[in-house]
């Protein structure tokens, strides 16, 4: 009478057993993971995500898009430089991550390893025009605070409107922690999902969240 009990049991743990090696982590009998392995995305101590706002002359609404970007390895290093003193590679003298860049870079060969935005407005080789060839110094605000055991979020928001010359359509954004152009180390990149053509006196919104988990 016990025989279908004890081949369910037998079924249970072979599952188990079969789950130790996933992801090549240890455990025990029955899946535990007694040496875990850093995922290389839910173990990341930092994820970027950014909202892109275009609005018109008027202050009206004319796009809006949002989606995850690429923390580069600079930022990841510049982080921990930050945190604790040390001197991780690819990042000289770190400061508040608070600048904001935009490029007309269309994003087809963002990577990890990028140090400087391509194509990044600067007012001299890639000219975008009055108001957008300068970072701004975003505002800087704790969107989510962390709380038993759960992530915080740090908003970085700064505004660009383009006060003259003709049409232009920024395809990408940076976030560094120096104002000047083409200067800093670079914590984050992204290539917008479609690129924002902004005419006189438009304005394009970028709005970074980092969350820290």
């Not at 995922?39 to 706002?53: F, L, N």
Request: proline share 1%; net charge negative; aromatic share 6%.
């Amino acid at each position: 009478m016990k025989q279908p009990q004890i081949i369910a049991l037998t079924a249970v743990l072979a599952v188990a057993v079969g789950m130790v090696g996933i992801n090549g982590a240890s455990g025990d009998i029955f899946g535990l993971n007694t040496n875990p392995e850093v995922s290389t995305y839910e173990g990341q101590a930092y994820k970027g995500h950014i909202i892109v706002k275009h609005f018109d002359s008027e202050g009206n609404l004319i796009s809006y898009q949002q989606t995850d970007n690429l923390v580069n390895d600079a930022g990841i290093n510049c982080g921990a430089n930050l945190l604790f003193g040390t001197d991780f590679a690819n990042c000289t003298s770190p400061a508040v991550f608070d600048d904001i860049a935009l490029s007309l870079n269309t994003g087809g060969t963002f990577a990890a390893a990028d140090t400087s935005l391509v194509n990044e407005c600067d007012g001299s080789t890639d000219i975008c025009g009055a108001g957008l060839d300068a970072r701004q110094v975003g505002a800087v605000s704790a969107n989510l605070v962390a709380s038993a055991g759960g992530d915080g979020i740090v908003q970085i928001q700064a505004t660009f409107t383009k006060t003259a010359g003709s049409a232009v359509t920024i395809n990408s954004a940076g976030l560094f922690d120096a104002t000047a152009t083409e200067t800093g180390n670079m914590f984050a990149e992204r290539a917008f999902s479609t690129g924002v053509t902004l005419s006189t006196n438009d304005s394009i919104q970028v709005t970074w969240l980092i969350t820290m988990t």
